[in-house]
């Protein structure tokens, strides 16, 4: 038993005594190499810093073992990353190069190019619409102001002035000179507010519009004038809170709608020929035409079927100049009675077949009243065979680039005789925020009045974000003319409302949803627009533009550049635009408008930095085109 418990005690001492060997080996191998390892260190700092290069990295890294070492040196490391994607091709690479064109282009308008209109048809004046330019066609240049250009006259001023070199034209002057058009006067443009059928004014013309029909209580809000020539009814119109749309084509009255927009009176370039008018049905509380020398009865009607189109249940056509009171003007028209008498009778029947009623006619005043649901209309078309009710599946909010037809667009459906067709409209102002009838009938697909609530809500919101970062944007009165290129609901306008400012709302014809009818129940006005596409108007027609999400909208649609440029186009020197987008699709239209002279900012979303979408802040530099002797 003694010998058998000796044993494991004479093993276990052995065990330990080479433990202990083997310890001694292991320590004395590492300090061997820790002090060789410290040699070579030194031996190296001696040599000099470490290359700054790719071949470096291993020498940093054996360096950095030794933490004292490293503080003490002053060695630089290569942080810099090695192992990189190849480099973009050349194309995706390229800085933009967008230089000024020429100052020959200074009023470019590129669907309304006059050497373009000369190549198609001049029947019922088809030539004069919009014919665009192709992708290989358009200008990659930036369109000056002419020499002299200055910031126009703030509002209400502007009515009445604008600056000659602004809009250097003295062609109305002598051709309208006895009409009170305009005139100048040294460096200005005076506007009397006259026109050819009211020498007295157009503030005493409208006083005679408002003893027919009532102008003050509210039910009238939105109107179109055609053929606007300066746009004295529209611009006379603003001071009694009615928003006129006032168009006219480009023709021999040189700069018309230019002039318009200048004062900072809403207008586009537009013509009555072939193709529906860019709005939607039931858009307009009353429609006016003061010689606007539109062939009304000619074509089956067919430019009286448009105007009932766009006019609401219940909407007012007044009609002023050639046939209405022949009997007194006939010799001064240069036209015989017969003539004259036959026109104005082709109105007359043209009016009773679209089931309108002449409320009255008085000197050279005359208005028609269309009716506020179709039920009479319906039955009517037993005597009245032409024109026919549209086919149920024709759309009659689609209007960009659809041609005329010679058939009336049926009013929504009623119960009752007394009921409006679509639904009855809030007077202003309350019909600012008041559901409009589209979205509470349910007709607008995926928006409901609880959304429509919202949205008004929020862009109260935006739009006082915007002023706290854009001081000019809270300056009252900095800005008159505004452009919302993606307007939706128009809740952007609505929150302007009580600023001296007025929206042209676009809804993108790509837009999901149609809500151009919506934006002209809330009693603001609009047009459809494809962003591809140069707009229907001058350059430096707006002096602040917003631009919500049009960008991610038209991505492989068309060029950002083509947009930009349009955008530059038509905004004045020294305007603003406010883009908000993915802030990926910002940063690439910083380094776009960097190059256009455009001093622009990335700022946070309302709602902190935390969001993708981001705003753009920009303001366009002032330039003009160089003086003439610069350039001959």
Not at 150 to 157: A, G, H, I, S
Not at 576 to 596: A, F, G, Y
Request: aromatic share 10%; charged share 25%.
């Amino acid at each position: 038993m003694a010998l058998t418990s000796g044993c494991p005690t004479r093993l276990s001492h052995i065990t330990l005594l080479n433990a202990k060997k083997s310890n001694f080996f292991y320590i004395t191998l590492i300090s061997i190499l820790c002090t060789t390892f410290y040699l070579i260190g030194i031996w190296q700092h001696s040599v000099g810093s470490i290359p700054n290069s790719s071949s470096s990295a291993a020498a940093a890294f054996q360096t950095s073992s030794d933490c004292t070492t490293t503080l003490r040196t002053t060695t630089q490391l290569d942080f810099t990353p090695h192992h990189l994607p190849p480099d973009p091709p050349q194309e995706a690479a390229r800085v933009p190069h967008l230089p000024p064109c020429d100052p020959s282009f200074s009023e470019y308008s590129p669907c309304e190019d006059v050497k373009r209109s000369l190549k198609f048809d001049r029947d019922m004046l088809i030539y004069r619409e919009r014919h665009c330019p192709e992708p290989n066609e358009l200008l990659k240049c930036r369109v000056p102001a002419p020499y002299g250009y200055k910031v126009p006259f703030r509002w209400p001023t502007s009515r009445d002035f604008a600056w000659f070199a602004n809009v250097p034209h003295k062609e109305l002057t002598v051709e309208k000179k006895n009409q009170n058009w305009v005139k100048v006067e040294g460096e200005r443009l005076r506007f009397p507010g006259g026109g050819t059928m009211f020498p007295r004014g157009a503030d005493a013309y409208i006083d005679d519009i408002d003893k027919l029909i009532n102008l003050k209580d509210g039910s009238i809000r939105t109107a179109i004038d055609t053929g606007c020539g300066v746009a004295s009814w529209g611009a006379y119109l603003l001071s009694r809170n009615i928003l006129a749309v006032s168009f006219a084509p480009r023709d021999t009255h040189e700069a018309q709608v230019q002039f318009a927009l200048e004062r900072g009176v809403p207008a586009l370039i537009g013509i009555m020929a072939s193709i529906r008018l860019p709005y939607p049905s039931r858009a307009f509380d009353m429609a006016h035409c003061s010689r606007c020398l539109i062939p009304w009865g000619q074509y089956d009607g067919l430019y009286l079927i448009e105007v009932d189109r766009i006019l609401r249940p219940g909407g007012y056509w007044i009609l002023s100049g050639p046939p209405i009171n022949w009997e007194n003007h006939w010799k001064g028209w240069n036209r015989t009675k017969s003539d004259l008498n036959a026109e104005q009778t082709q109105i007359e029947t043209v009016a009773k077949t679209l089931c309108w009623k002449k409320i009255i006619q008085k000197d050279d005043l005359a208005i028609w009243q269309k009716p506020t649901n179709h039920i009479h209309c319906r039955v009517n078309r037993k005597v009245f065979k032409n024109p026919p009710f549209c086919a149920q599946n024709q759309n009659p909010d689609m209007a960009w680039y659809t041609k005329l037809e010679t058939c009336l667009t049926p009013l929504p459906e009623v119960t009752s005789i007394k009921e409006t067709a679509g639904g009855k409209l809030a007077k202003w102002p309350e019909r600012l925020n008041s559901i409009p009838p589209r979205i509470s009938s349910g007709n607008l697909r995926g928006i409901t009045e609880k959304e429509f609530v919202e949205n008004t809500e929020l862009w109260k919101q935006r739009v006082e974000y915007y002023k706290k970062v854009d001081y000019q944007l809270a300056e009252t009165g900095r800005y008159r003319n505004l452009l919302d290129m993606n307007a939706y609901l128009g809740g952007f306008a609505a929150a302007l409302i009580d600023d001296p400012v007025w929206t042209m709302n676009i809804v993108p014809v790509e837009a999901e949803t149609n809500t151009l009818g919506v934006v002209y129940e809330r009693g603001l006005i609009g047009t459809y627009q494809n962003w591809c596409e140069a707009m229907s108007t001058y350059p430096r027609t707006y002096d602040f533009i917003h631009a919500d999400s049009v960008f991610s909208l038209y991505k492989d649609r068309c060029e950002m550049e083509d947009i930009l440029l349009e955008m530059d186009r038509i905004l004045r020197p020294e305007g603003s635009v406010i883009i908000r987008d993915d802030v990926d699709v910002l940063v690439r239209i910083k380094k776009i408008i960097d190059v256009m002279q455009w001093d622009g900012r990335i700022v946070d979303h309302e709602n902190g930095p935390h969001q993708r979408e981001k705003i753009l802040f920009a303001v366009k530099q002032y330039w003009t085109a160089p003086a003439p002797k610069q350039n001959q």
